[in-house]
């Protein structure tokens, strides 16, 4: 039996536990006259007995739009990207989350205005050149 050791495996995680559908994300909208709120992103349905996206608005021109993606096995390298929807978004952090062993975060933004209307979208990151699974978002 072989064994791979890579020095990262970027993985995201999905909020049904099965590493696809929903992702575990969270979100911050800045508006435009600087009012943040903390829009949900998923939500659990109790008749489906699953978690479900709860769509993303983008708020007004102006309005800014910051996702924080939790997974694991990103930290360490320089290079991350970030994909929604097949648009590259900035990453503005790439590590690990303080206070959970093995938790790792990426803090990506602004969301592009193109997102919007586009209902589900995949997400992915690719850290050291390895792409990690993909989870979704809605986008309303």
């Not at 993985?11 to 696809?20: I, M, Y």
């Not at 694991?72 to 206070?99: C, H, K, Y």
């Amino acid at each position: 039996m072989a064994l791979t050791i890579s020095a990262v495996a970027p993985s995201l995680f999905s909020a049904n536990g099965t590493s696809e559908g929903i992702g575990v994300v969270s979100a911050l909208r800045v508006a435009a006259d600087g009012v943040r709120s903390n829009p949900a992103v998923f939500r659990y349905d109790a008749a489906a007995k699953r978690m479900i996206g709860v769509p993303l608005d983008p708020g007004a021109e102006g309005d800014q739009v910051f996702l924080t993606l939790f997974g694991t096995g990103i930290r360490g390298p320089e290079a991350v990207r970030a994909t929604i929807g097949g648009s590259d978004v900035p990453v503005l952090f790439a590590g690990a989350q303080n206070g959970w062993a093995g938790l790792d975060q990426v803090e990506i933004a602004p969301l592009p205005r193109s997102l919007a209307g586009m209902g589900e979208v995949d997400v992915a990151i690719t850290a050291a050149g390895i792409t990690s699974n993909t989870v979704t978002i809605v986008m309303e």
